[in-house]
């Protein structure tokens, strides 16, 4: 079958929509017809050489509707409404105890360029095209996994939903699944980005007493105040540990680190009270620490989460309805973009303009 597609042939290259063809589903897959996908820092990452193998179709916060299901697949029909997130097997020891997105398999489902059955479903010319994080979706159709399928109600605006597989679920889930805090407990949320301002709906939801957002664009620090935000810090203008402590008397019981650069990572973890807990988000690099002073003399906690710790099956569907109830405002992130101006939607990420690029590709 064939499809149009936003291609990743070199690394550092813009992305060129072209004709390729799709393999027909097999037996636990679906053909989806993808509507809309949103646009992510990962993605950005794997055009810079830091994901999948070249060349490659990108893109992993698809939404769309099922036009064809496999043999095997009981739960879900033609004309369902979907999201797609992050694939994982299913079968491992983690996937078993309720742990999906620590999937044993995780890095070579998601980023090893073939699907569940380890063939490629994607090719032009005779050469394969790898899958990304077991969807693809910059491209009018997509053959995933029933693992990566969330099935949606059909009257929410399904162009918005793509965002809920991957930015927004990790920044939602990272404070109802991971960190947890208790009502009237206190945040810092360092990051404004989709996935931060994601965190602060979620710490607004749960009855936070102080919740404190750190960024360097006066916008993002605005919107975050729309959403829930007791403080908005800009970090270029202030010491953001002292502000912090300032404002918590003595530093806060969490803290979720988005960005991935060394320094403010340093700065979330020194904002924590004695006993606090910080959640790694962003992809970034080597932090330096003196254990002892930094993390063994004040008993705090630092812990890596990946995808909120979220099972998009359960996660997704309860944010949906947080949405409808308007508790959960996430289309204020969202901008759309036509799909032939795609790379220009990575720009405006990449500057800030906007927060949750979404490319409409369908109907």
Known sequence: MKIKAALAKEKNYPLVIEEIEIEEPKE??????????????TDAESIKGNGTPFPAVLGHEGSGIIERVGSN??????GDHIVLSYSYCNSCS???????????????LNFGGKLQDQTYR???DGQNYSTFFGQSSFATYAVANINNIVKVDHDVDLRLLGPLGCGIQTGSG????SLKPEPGSSIAIYGAGAVGLSAVMAANLLGLKNIIVIDIHENRLELAKELGATHALNSQSLNVVEEVKKITDGGVHYAIETTGVPVVIKNGIDSLRVAGKISIVGMG??????????????GKTIVGT???????QVHIPKIIEYYKEGKFPFDKLVKFYNFNDINQAFEDSKTGITIKPVVIIGS
Request: overall charge negative; some cysteine; aromatic content about 2%.
């Open 122 to 124: 994607l090719h032009k």
């Open 28 to 41: 636990d897959e679906v053909l989806i017809k993808i509507v809309a996908s949103g646009i992510c820092h």
């Open 285 to 298: 690099g080597d932090v330096t620490l003196n254990f002892t002073n930094d993390i063994l003399m004040e």
């Open 306 to 312: 990946i995808q909120g710790d979220s099972t998009p």
């Open 94 to 108: 983690q996937c078993l105890t309720g742990h999906h997105n620590l999937c044993i398999r995780t890095v070579e």
């Open 174 to 177: 990272t404070v109802m699944n």
């Open 73 to 78: 697949v009981t739960h879900l029909k033609v």
